[in-house]
């Protein structure tokens, strides 16, 4: 399959692996495309929320065609899988150049502080906008990662204030 065929969604996933140089877990893959979608970043995934967080079955199908073509390769390390370009895509668009900081700050976050990012993100979506209540919610949503809440509402606001422009 040639790159020119793929659609625009393919072409923005290969992209996000190519800033990051890889992408170590399916967790991580998600939550990235979830937080950066939130941010304003033209992801049209559909999330629902499952056990770890917003989750979109699309991308994992998106994902799981990707590798099946051969343009992304899957490599199961440990009880993790790792993405990474095959040699079969070459053609880097450069859809974001501008914002490879915020892309790699995010993919060098610990998964479990991704996860609560994403839920952070995913409450204020449906409409939760006090920070304590949005702290509360997610420890009742997320009880195995309560100690890590704080710290990773203070990554939120810098992600969430982070400018994209």
């Known amino acids: ?91 880097l668009e450069g859809i974001f150049d501008h914002h490879k900081d915020l892309i790699k700050i995010l993919n060098d976050k610990p998964a479990r502080i991704l996860e609560l990012i994403s839920v952070f993100f995913y409450l204020e979506d449906k409409g939760y906008k006090d920070v304590d209540i949005i702290k509360k919610k997610t420890a009742i949503l997320k009880p195995e990662l309560r100690d890590d809440i704080e710290r990773a509402f203070k990554e939120y606001l810098k992600i969430k204030n982070y400018s994209i422009n």
């Open 1 to 91: 399959m040639g790159f020119l065929m793929l659609n625009d969604s393919f072409k923005r996933l290969l992209e996000l692996v190519a800033v990051n140089g890889k992408i170590e877990g399916r967790k991580r893959f998600q939550k990235l495309v979830y937080i950066l979608k939130q941010k304003g970043f033209d992801f049209t995934e559909k999330y629902t929320y499952h056990y770890y967080g917003p989750y979109s079955a699309t991308l994992q199908m998106e994902i799981d065609y990707l590798v099946d073509s051969g343009l992304l390769r899957e490599e199961q390390v440990g009880e993790t899988y790792e993405y990474t370009l095959s040699e079969e895509y070459h053609e």
